[in-house]
């Protein structure tokens, strides 16, 4: 069975998914596999373009977990959203050293659940699963994932509202 676990920049897939791997499972880092399809960069965006359907069409899925921004646009047979709370997605950008153009493009994308209705769209809504790691601890959101992946927790998801979080003005 491949999980996806997906969400917006800063919202814990690397560091969930290096909790994941620490328990014994396998974690694909989905940024590890998309060198071959950067067919460009987006300087006014701060990114790199990425032929992402060329990448998921020839992805080789994998027993375990894919973490990463894109996996959701994998065939995974479960995927995990991850949510945080706009402010605090701001600061862990911030300290990443993100532009602040950047900071807020992905503020603004996770207030509009951007992954988690780019994720509804593409899958069976009994396979996803919306996981808020708003001051969450990597152990305490790979619990709760182990736990959806093994049954004992349904499928859930639309229950986060961050709308209010929106900057309304120039």
Known sequence: MMCGITGTPGTGKSMIGEELARRGHRVVHLTDTVGPYVVGDDEKRDA??????????????????????????????????????????????????????????NAEAEALDSCLIETVEGHDPSHIFELDTTRRDAPYCADRIEQFVRGEILADFGHIDWSSYLEIGP
């Open 48 to 105: 790199q373009i990425i032929d992402v359907d060329r990448w998921a069409a020839e992805f080789v899925p994998v027993d375990g977990f894919v973490e990463g921004h894109f996996a959701h646009l994998l065939p995974c047979d479960r995927v995990v959203v991850l949510r945080c709370r706009p402010d605090e997605l701001k600061a862990r950008l911030a300290q990443r050293k993100y532009r602040e153009a950047k900071i807020r493009e």
